[in-house]
């Protein structure tokens, strides 16, 4: 067999040659400094050289992973790369033995890098072929699942949650199932793939502690398996994890029993859940319980008879892809390979609805992988042996351009990038000599899947068809109309036809236009099918009828809907959901264009985005108030965005909060030095001076919500005290910047044409309202050091510096880090802390469990423990500061500072209190009331609990509020004396 080195010379040629010349320069000097002869015999090396330069010149993240471990390379390149595999996967494995949970992640994190630069190379080289290439991927993976499921067991045994000792508990006989679906299931995971697994259990297999049921155990371990898989820490993250194709992901928990499961499937399952199933496999835990599952859905899965109905539902997903994400046509700049047309979603469709169609009858056309299945199809004659040799050679290029993609950078792309550069990039990766003619070759290989995979789809029905008569003309109902509305399960269905009626006379704005009418009547079936599928229609419709006669115009927006029919499901559970929402859209419809962007549901926007967009959108601004109305309308999207991701459940409130921060974050940087221009016009500036604005609350804890307003602090700082500033009427720094900070709260808070921002509360200043409205640094450090009270500490610790000068900053982070890390009197801090909330309960007395924040055993009590414990206990246990709540309490547990099952209950109650908080403040202005709440918000509450129904989240809520006001007793009450 063949080594890497030796291969090196197939490598493609470096794209950019000037980073290989920096990167070389540094791997050079790594080589001497650690005085490795090996590494530098491989730099000597002709076929070493050009593979590292190919390399450093075709991919910055697989050039990272060299920089950063530049003594691999020799265990890399002078073996085999199966033998190379080999020592990975038995690494990988050993992992399962360490102690402490942090020390298995970083392992399978840093054994993950090295196998993806491994893989790489055997790739680019062309050592191993596609099928190998993925089969290393996947195997990987199994081993990363298998060894944290491992670890996951023993450690509830050790923890008393399971009655066996650690040793005795294996995943066989366990009763978890871990069914790897998609690509992960097939054995055919791209490079930077996420992995999509269904978990299930079935109860009773292992011994739990009195008080623990199955589902409980199975999933907070599942919750933990994503954690150690997924989240990213110093040495990066194994895999992204993906849990949504198990039964009802809306309304179950991440673990589902199998019984409910097999239930599901038996009455509920959806023909593109069978599709799913073609390629299900059991990856970890109890094996043998994975295939019992699999061989009881084999008659759900395989059907005896032509399955000839689940090929429009399958179809109907293909033109969905196509309307979300304009991939309706062949293209090279900013095509999708995977998604667009004669794509790789294309062959694998092509392949999966055959299998549909006949794989009940004949047993070998039930295998999971694309490739060897074309070679299947072929054999039975259902298609000509060139087409599955086509659409082989197709879909192997396609791959292989799709690992390109996603080396570059570990992205987890399938689009061409749009830039001739960029381009030039991919097509020399791919070891074309120049663009054109990879161009060409990708062409040919899209249009000729495009055909084959036409022909058989000849047709496709109009998305707008729902079954009986829909006529909404003259003045009298139509009989038929109310049966099909009845049908639809519409109860009012006289009133409806209507309310329709109305919208086709034209009398409200959105319909006065004919365009705009003949696009409303095209869309009709569609809208109340979606409308008919949320959980109150009565109500949906309802909402959507003012949200229609609120609207200023019609024909953008119905046009819209009409190249995007998923569009009006989301719309139609925005009706029947959150009125908040949907009044908030009547008036401002065209934030609807962004979810349209096919990558909308896939990542919230990161701080650079958030930085770059908001940029992009004052750019523009003319003058002071342009900027602030600018400003208003940039936020009010991002919100509506971020609104309809929670709303969704696609983002729960450990992405949401930091989001929202984030957003609050931005604007806060850029309109507090446009503040202090503002001021600088009449009064010009201090020479030195400059000023810091640190978030306090929910802001600097990045735990807000979309009705949060903002805790803020202003700090400056002057090289004199009686320094003045410059201008025609000249101000000492105090009143200086007071005015800055002044006029920086009417920037925030002031109702322009387009709204306002935030409400602003600076009490959290020294001194509260007593003191100036802006502090001078040295004051702030002598008011904390001398004056402030316990609660102003206990606020501190969640202070967040986010706007100033980067020297100023740190000088304030240390200053408040040496206030929380000082060594306390644990009795006299608890005793501060108990009074406190003795008061609070008194000022907001309240026995409404859904009062979240001032109910006994709610958000305030888990603050006040969590900070009391990092006042109290920081001083020796630095690492539990942190700003947010979450996150200190997880750091407090593994500093053993709780008990281990006081800690885990209080982190599950604070993401059940955030979550829930996240979707209320979306959905509702005040208190959220049971009795009021339409049954769909009551839904999607349940969701964000975990929890199958209304019913059991309350309990589940009263009950986490009894042990959290336990806790609080046994933690602050007791210490208090």
Same mark, same amino acid.
């Given at each position: 067999?063949? =080594?890497?080195?030796?291969?090196?010379?197939?490598?493609?040629?470096?794209?950019?040659?000037?980073?290989?010349?920096?990167?070389?320069?540094?791997?050079?000097?790594?080589?001497?400094?650690?005085?490795?002869?090996?590494?530098?015999?491989?730099?000597?090396?002709?076929?070493?050289?050009?593979? &590292?330069?190919?390399?450093? #010149?075709?991919?910055?993240?697989?050039?990272?992973?060299?920089?950063?471990?530049?003594?691999?390379?020799?265990?890399?390149?002078?073996?085999?790369?199966?033998?190379?595999?080999?020592?990975?996967?038995?690494?990988?494995?050993?992992?399962?033995?360490?102690?402490?949970?942090?020390?298995?992640?970083?392992?399978?994190?840093?054994?993950?890098?090295?196998?993806?630069?491994?893989?790489?190379?055997?790739?680019?080289?062309?050592?191993?072929?596609?099928?190998?290439? +993925?089969?290393?991927?996947?195997?990987?993976?199994?081993?990363?699942?298998?060894?944290?499921?491992?670890?996951?067991?023993?450690? !509830?045994?050790?923890?008393?949650?399971?009655?066996?000792?650690?040793?005795?508990?294996?995943? !066989?006989?366990?009763?978890?199932?871990?069914?790897?679906?998609?690509?992960?299931?097939?054995?055919?995971?791209?490079?930077?793939?996420? &992995?999509?697994?269904?978990?299930?259990?079935?109860?009773?297999?292992?011994?739990?502690?009195?008080?623990?049921?199955?589902?409980?155990?199975?999933?907070?371990?599942?919750?933990?398996?994503?954690?150690?898989?997924?989240?990213?820490?110093?040495?990066?993250?194994?895999?992204?994890?993906?849990?949504?194709?198990?039964?009802?992901?809306?309304?179950?928990?991440?673990?589902?029993?199998?019984?409910?499961?097999?239930?599901?499937?038996?009455?509920?399952?959806?023909?593109?859940?069978?599709?799913?199933?073609?390629?299900?496999?059991?990856?970890?835990?109890?094996?043998?319980?994975?295939?019992?599952?699999?061989? =009881?859905?084999?008659?759900?899965?395989?059907?005896?008879?032509?399955?000839?109905?689940?090929?429009?539902?399958?179809?109907?997903?293909?033109?969905?892809?196509?309307?979300?994400?304009?991939?309706?046509?062949?293209?090279?700049?900013?095509?999708?390979?995977?998604?667009?047309?004669?794509?790789?979603?294309?062959?694998?469709?092509?392949?999966?609805?055959?299998?549909?169609?006949?794989?009940?009858?004949?047993?070998?056309?039930?295998?999971?992988?694309?490739?060897?299945?074309?070679?299947?199809?072929?054999?039975?004659?259902? &298609? !000509?042996?060139?087409?599955?040799?086509?659409?082989?050679?197709?879909?192997?290029?396609?791959?292989?351009?799709?690992?390109?993609?996603?080396?570059?950078?570990?992205?987890? +792309?399938?689009?061409?990038?749009?830039?001739?550069?960029?381009?030039?990039?991919?097509?020399?990766?791919?070891?074309?000599?120049?663009?054109?003619?990879?161009?060409?070759?990708?062409?040919?290989?899209?249009?000729?899947?495009?055909?084959?995979?036409?022909?058989?789809?000849?047709?496709?029905?109009?998305?707008?068809?729902?079954?009986?008569?829909?006529?909404? +003309?003259?003045?009298?109902?139509?009989?038929?109309?109310?049966?099909?509305?009845?049908?639809?399960?519409? =109860?009012?269905?006289?009133?409806?036809?209507?309310?329709?009626? #109305?919208?086709?006379?034209?009398?409200?704005?959105? =319909?006065?236009? *004919?365009?705009?009418?003949?696009?409303?009547?095209?869309?009709?079936?569609?809208?109340?099918?979606?409308?008919?599928?949320?959980?109150?229609?009565? *109500?949906?419709?309802?909402?959507?009828?003012?949200?229609?006669?609120?609207?200023?115009?019609?024909?953008?927006?119905?046009?819209?809907?009409?190249?995007?029919?998923?569009?009006?499901?989301?719309?139609?559970?925005?009706?029947?959901?959150?009125?908040?929402?949907?009044?908030?859209?009547?008036?401002?419809?065209?934030?609807?264009?962004?979810?349209?962007?096919?990558?909308?549901?896939?990542?919230?926007?990161?701080?650079?985005?958030?930085?770059?967009?908001?940029?992009?959108?004052?750019?523009?601004?003319?003058?002071?108030?342009?900027?602030?109305?600018?400003?208003?309308?940039?936020?009010?999207?991002?919100?509506?965005?971020?609104?309809?991701?929670?709303?969704?459940?696609?983002?729960? !409130?450990?992405?949401?909060?930091?989001?929202?921060?984030?957003?609050?974050?931005?604007?806060?940087?850029?309109?507090?030095?446009?503040?202090?221009?503002?001021?600088?016009?009449?009064?010009?500036?201090?020479?030195?001076?400059?000023?810091?604005?640190?978030?306090?609350?929910?802001?600097?804890?990045?735990?807000?919500?979309?009705?949060?307003?903002?805790?803020?602090?202003?700090?400056?700082?002057?090289?004199?005290?009686?320094?003045?500033?410059?201008?025609?009427?000249?101000?000492?720094?105090?009143?200086?910047?007071?005015?800055?900070?002044?006029?920086?709260?009417?920037?925030?808070?002031?109702?322009?044409?387009?709204?306002?921002?935030?409400?602003?509360?600076?009490?959290?200043?020294?001194?509260?309202?007593?003191?100036?409205?802006?502090?001078?640094?040295?004051?702030?450090?002598?008011?904390?050091?001398?004056?402030?009270? *316990?609660?102003?500490?206990?606020?501190?610790?969640?202070?967040?510096?986010?706007?100033?000068?980067?020297?100023?900053?740190?000088?304030?982070?240390?200053?408040?880090?040496?206030?929380?890390?000082?060594?306390?009197?644990?009795?006299?801090?608890?005793?501060?802390?108990?009074?406190?909330?003795?008061?609070?309960?008194?000022?907001?007395?309240?026995?409404?469990?859904?009062?979240?924040?001032?109910?006994?055993?709610?958000?305030?009590?888990?603050?006040?423990?969590?900070?009391?414990?990092?006042?109290?206990?920081?001083?020796?246990?630095?690492? &539990?500061?942190?700003?947010?709540?979450?996150?200190?309490?997880?750091?407090?547990?593994?500093?053993?500072?709780?008990?281990?099952?006081?800690?885990?209950?209080?982190?599950?109650?604070?993401?059940?209190?955030?979550?829930?908080?996240?979707?209320?403040?979306?959905?509702?202005?005040?208190?959220?009331?049971?009795?009021?709440?339409?049954?769909?918000?009551?839904?999607?509450?349940?969701?964000?609990?975990?929890?199958?129904?209304?019913?059991?989240?309350?309990?589940?809520?009263?009950?986490?509020?009894?042990?959290?006001?336990?806790?609080?007793?046994?933690?602050?009450?007791?210490?208090?004396?």
């Amino acid at each position: 067999m063949t =080594t890497l080195r030796e291969n090196g010379l197939k490598a493609p040629q470096p794209y950019d040659e000037a980073r290989v010349a920096r990167e070389m320069e540094d791997l050079k000097a790594a080589a001497s400094a650690k005085d490795d002869p090996a590494l530098s015999a491989l730099i000597g090396d002709a076929g070493a050289l050009h593979l &590292i330069r190919s390399i450093f #010149g075709n991919s910055p993240f697989l050039g990272r992973i060299i920089r950063l471990h530049p003594d691999w390379l020799p265990r890399l390149l002078n073996r085999t790369p199966e033998e190379a595999m080999d020592d990975l996967i038995a690494r990988a494995v050993a992992a399962r033995d360490l102690e402490k949970q942090a020390d298995v992640m970083a392992a399978l994190r840093l054994a993950k890098a090295e196998a993806a630069l491994l893989i790489a190379m055997a790739d680019i080289t062309g050592i191993w072929p596609l099928e190998k290439v +993925t089969g290393a991927l996947t195997d990987f993976a199994d081993t990363a699942v298998d060894s944290s499921i491992v670890w996951l067991l023993r450690n !509830a045994a050790a923890r008393g949650q399971i009655l066996r000792a650690p040793e005795d508990v294996s995943p !066989a006989g366990s009763g978890l199932v871990l069914l790897g679906m998609g690509k992960y299931g097939s054995r055919e995971l791209n490079y930077s793939s996420d &992995i999509d697994m269904v978990v299930f259990y079935e109860p009773g297999q292992l011994p739990l502690k009195e008080g623990l049921d199955d589902g409980e155990l199975f999933v907070r371990m599942t919750k933990d398996l994503v954690k150690m898989l997924q989240e990213r820490t110093a040495e990066g993250y194994v895999f992204r994890t993906d849990l949504r194709l198990r039964p009802d992901p809306g309304g179950t928990p991440v673990a589902v029993s199998l019984p409910a499961a097999e239930s599901y499937y038996e009455s509920r399952g959806q023909n593109w859940e069978r599709a799913a199933f073609i390629k299900a496999r059991p990856v970890a835990g109890d094996m043998a319980a994975g295939e019992r599952l699999l061989k =009881t859905l084999t008659p759900y899965v395989w059907r005896k008879n032509l399955d000839f109905a689940a090929i429009d539902d399958i179809h109907s997903m293909k033109r969905q892809i196509h309307a979300a994400g304009g991939h309706g046509v062949v293209a090279v700049a900013g095509h999708n390979i995977k998604l667009g047309r004669g794509g790789i979603r294309e062959i694998e469709f092509f392949v999966q609805t055959q299998q549909l169609i006949a794989g009940g009858r004949d047993h070998d056309l039930r295998g999971k992988q694309t490739c060897p299945m074309l070679d299947e199809l072929a054999a039975k004659k259902w &298609i !000509a042996p060139e087409t599955a040799e086509e659409m082989k050679e197709a879909y192997r290029f396609l791959r292989t351009l799709e690992h390109r993609l996603q080396m570059i950078d570990d992205e987890q +792309t399938h689009s061409l990038p749009v830039s001739d550069a960029d381009l030039d990039h991919v097509a020399c990766f791919m070891g074309f000599a120049n663009r054109a003619e990879f161009a060409e070759a990708l062409t040919r290989r899209l249009e000729c899947v495009r055909d084959h995979y036409a022909k058989l789809f000849e047709t496709a029905p109009p998305l707008g068809e729902e079954g009986g008569s829909l006529v909404f +003309t003259g003045t009298e109902d139509d009989p038929e109309t109310l049966e099909t509305l009845r049908g639809l399960g519409f =109860t009012r269905p006289s009133e409806m036809s209507e309310a329709i009626r #109305g919208w086709h006379t034209g009398r409200f704005p959105a =319909t006065r236009a *004919t365009r705009s009418r003949e696009l409303l009547t095209s869309l009709m079936p569609a809208l109340l099918r979606a409308l008919s599928r949320t959980a109150n229609p009565d *109500t949906a419709f309802d909402r959507f009828d003012k949200f229609l006669t609120g609207l200023p115009a019609g024909v953008q927006l119905f046009s819209m809907f009409y190249s995007n029919p998923h569009l009006l499901d989301l719309l139609a559970g925005i009706c029947g959901t959150a009125p908040r929402l949907a009044a908030y859209l009547s008036q401002n419809p065209r934030v609807l264009e962004a979810v349209v962007d096919p990558d909308f549901f896939k990542v919230l926007p990161g701080r650079e985005e958030l930085n770059r967009s908001l940029k992009d959108a004052l750019v523009h601004a003319e003058d002071y108030q342009d900027m602030l109305d600018f400003a208003r309308v940039w936020a009010r999207e991002y919100r509506f965005r971020l609104g309809v991701r929670v709303l969704s459940g696609s983002a729960d !409130a450990e992405e949401a909060g930091p989001a929202y921060a984030a957003l609050a974050s931005e604007l806060v940087a850029a309109l507090a030095p446009a503040a202090e221009d503002k001021v600088a016009e009449r009064h010009g500036r201090i020479e030195g001076g400059r000023f810091c604005v640190v978030a306090m609350g929910k802001l600097g804890s990045e735990e807000m919500s979309a009705s949060s307003d903002l805790d803020l602090i202003v700090i400056y700082d002057v090289p004199d005290a009686d320094a003045q500033s410059n201008g025609e009427r000249p101000l000492y720094a105090s009143q200086y910047y007071a005015r800055v900070c002044q006029q920086l709260i009417n920037a925030l808070t002031a109702p322009t044409a387009e709204g306002k921002l935030y409400e602003v509360d600076m009490r959290l200043r020294p001194s509260g309202n007593a003191g100036p409205i802006a502090t001078a640094f040295d004051s702030f450090v002598a008011y904390q050091e001398a004056e402030a009270w *316990t609660w102003e500490h206990m606020a501190l610790t969640r202070a967040r510096v986010i706007s100033g000068p980067q020297d100023l900053r740190m000088r304030i982070e240390d200053a408040i880090a040496r206030t929380i890390l000082k060594e306390r009197d644990a009795a006299l801090i608890a005793k501060d802390v108990a009074d406190m909330r003795d008061r609070l309960a008194k000022e907001r007395h309240s026995q409404n469990p859904w009062e979240l924040k001032h109910v006994r055993g709610g958000l305030v009590d888990i603050e006040f423990i969590c900070q009391y414990l990092q006042l109290v206990h920081a001083n020796r246990h630095p690492a &539990i500061r942190h700003t947010h709540t979450r996150t200190a309490l997880v750091r407090i547990a593994e500093e053993r500072l709780l008990p281990a099952e006081t800690a885990d209950m209080l982190v599950r109650a604070i993401s059940l209190n955030h979550n829930l908080t996240q979707v209320i403040r979306v959905c509702v202005e005040g208190v959220f009331d049971p009795v009021e709440a339409p049954t769909g918000l009551k839904f999607r509450l349940a969701r964000a609990g975990d929890v199958p129904d209304f019913a059991t989240l309350e309990a589940e809520l009263l009950d986490s509020q009894r042990r959290v006001f336990e806790a609080f007793e046994t933690i602050v009450s007791a210490a208090a004396g």
